[in-house]
Structures are given as C-alpha cells and as structure tokens.
C-alpha cells in the first residue's frame, strides 16, 4: 500500500518533529508551574493550618533536589539498562547494520589482500 505524500504531509512531520524537540522544555515550565500551583493552593493552606512555615523558595529548592535526584537515577540507571536492553535486543533479533558492516568489512580485506594492502592499526 503506497501512501501519497503531499506538502500537508511534510508540515505536518515537521510541526511533530518541532514540537517533540521542545517538549521537554514544555514539560519543565508545566512542571514548575504546578508545583507552585499546588504551593498556594494545598501545601501552604495546610502548613498553616499545622503552625509551619517552608517558604515558596524552600519548598521549590526541594523539588529541584528531587528533580535532579531523579536525572542522576535516569543517568547512571536507567540510559545505561536501555542501551542493555537494545543490544540485547539486537543481539536475539539480529542487527542488520552489524551485519552489513561485516559483510564491508570482509569484503574490504578481500579487496586490501587482492591489492596487497596492510591493514593499518591504530597503535
């Protein structure tokens, strides 16, 4: 089945493709404005009502901590296992541009022994 593609087509890619690029900044201004949102409107009504007082600047200073808790656990955990995950992946299912490498790579030798090349190194 071929799918017409047409200049709608190609802008409507490109919006998606501009768009995924600054969700992560989108989603970082959602997320600071939430939690003063939930500041004003829970946090601080009920840290009264219990006699404590974390200013507005203590309770985002806690939520930067836990966001950057959580990009050092997605750093040295969590990026690490998915590349695991994806060249085990590749490995039970086969990867084809590993293999199209070495089907280039023998057939380089191939050609370097036909001309009398050594293959240099990088030492």
């Not at 955990?77 to 280039?104: C, V």
Request: proline content about 2%.
């Amino acid at each position: 089945m071929n799918i017409r593609q047409g200049k709608g087509y190609y802008i409507f890619g490109a919006l998606k493709n501009v768009y995924m690029e600054a969700a992560s900044y989108i989603s970082a201004m959602q997320f600071a404005i939430i939690c003063i949102m939930a500041y004003t409107t829970t946090l601080e009504p009920w840290l009264t009502m219990n006699n404590m007082v974390i200013p507005l600047w203590g309770v985002l200073t806690i939520f930067t901590g836990v966001i950057i808790s959580i990009l050092l656990f997605t750093y040295k955990i969590g990026i690490p296992s998915h590349y695991k995950f994806l060249e085990r992946q590749f490995r039970e299912h086969g990867n084809f541009t590993a293999e199209d490498m070495k089907k280039l790579f023998d057939n380089q030798k191939c050609i370097m022994s036909k001309l009398g090349i050594k293959e240099k190194t990088n030492d």
